[in-house]
């Protein structure tokens, strides 16, 4: 595994398997290079009756506490849209990764798909100037498989899709949740997908063993970890960051288990 930052000539790789292990349990896992949760979705057919995290690997020591906000979802309907989880929880006091994932555990809930594996895989990208703390990168074509066939290609480049015509012109950042809301459930579910995937990547320009804590970090308060009141107790898991790159040999090995 590779040690130097940024990392070049590689790639992010991000694995999310989800997985209908009963009539009325869900069980999901993902895992990239610096992430690795599962989640666990019980529901009556309508309503959540409980969720569960496990976190083998976090960045930080006090992600694994985000299972707290995350059980607000008890009592909360089914929604057959990831991205409507939004409405059932405030994302900013949740671990990003486990909110999405758990999203999409719940979509995949109540439109009663049996199993489906995501890779996603994002080349490295040559980081054109530095903005504060965040690399603006250069261009990059990204992909998106759903069980080993490629459903969603993108061209990026900084912070903006470029390809296919239809995307072209699209931020990461501005107006994206509005864009996905107008398409169908699934090819939102792989555009926001595909989007998480992007800003992860550009995690591979920096090595976090140099900030003792999220607090030094100094980003903006977006997840639970980087909260004012937690962000300074979250010390960092040193060594915790792996690299894909090459294969996904190791990845998802907790995937047969229930959190």
């Known amino acids: 595994m590779a040690n130097g930052f940024p990392r070049t ?27 690795h949760f599962g989640v666990s979705l019980e529901h009556d057919g309508k309503r959540i009756t409980d969720v569960r995290m496990a976190a083998p690997r976090t960045p930080w020591v006090t ?10 979802l008890i009592g909360k309907p089914l929604l057959r849209r990831a991205s409507d989880i939004g409405t059932l929880l ?15 555990a719940m979509a995949h809930a109540a439109a009663g798909r049996p199993h489906r594996r995501y890779q996603a895989l994002v080349p490295d990208r040559k980081i054109l100037r530095w903005d504060d703390q965040r690399p603006i990168l250069g261009p990059t074509i990204a992909t998106l498989q759903s069980n080993g066939i490629e459903v969603l290609r993108w061209e990026v480049e900084g912070r903006q899709i470029r390809a296919p015509l239809e995307c072209a012109g699209q931020s990461l950042e501005h107006g994206f949740r ?20 992007l800003l992860v990547a550009g995690g591979r320009t920096i090595d976090h063993d140099r900030y003792e804590s999220a607090g030094i970090y100094h980003q903006a308060p977006l997840c639970y970890s980087f909260q004012p009141e937690r962000s300074l107790a979250a010390l960092r898991n040193y060594g915790s960051t792996l690299d894909y790159a090459d294969d996904p040999d190791g990845m998802l090995l907790h995937v047969r288990e229930i959190p």
Do not use: K
């Not at 694995?15 to 610096?34: C, K, T």
């Not at 006091?93 to 994932?101: A, I, P, R």
């Open 63 to 72: 992600c694994p506490g985000a299972v707290e906000p995350l059980r607000e």
């Open 178 to 197: 509005a864009w996905t809301e107008a398409m169908a459930e699934e090819p939102a579910e792989y555009a926001t997908i595909m989007r998480r995937a």
């Open 9 to 35: 000539q590689g790639r992010l790789r991000r694995l999310i398997d989800l997985r209908n292990q009963s009539p009325f349990l869900v069980v999901g896992w993902l895992e990239d290079d610096f992430h």
């Open 90 to 104: 405030e994302m900013r006091q949740q671990c990003t990764h486990v909110f999405d994932l758990t999203g999409l």
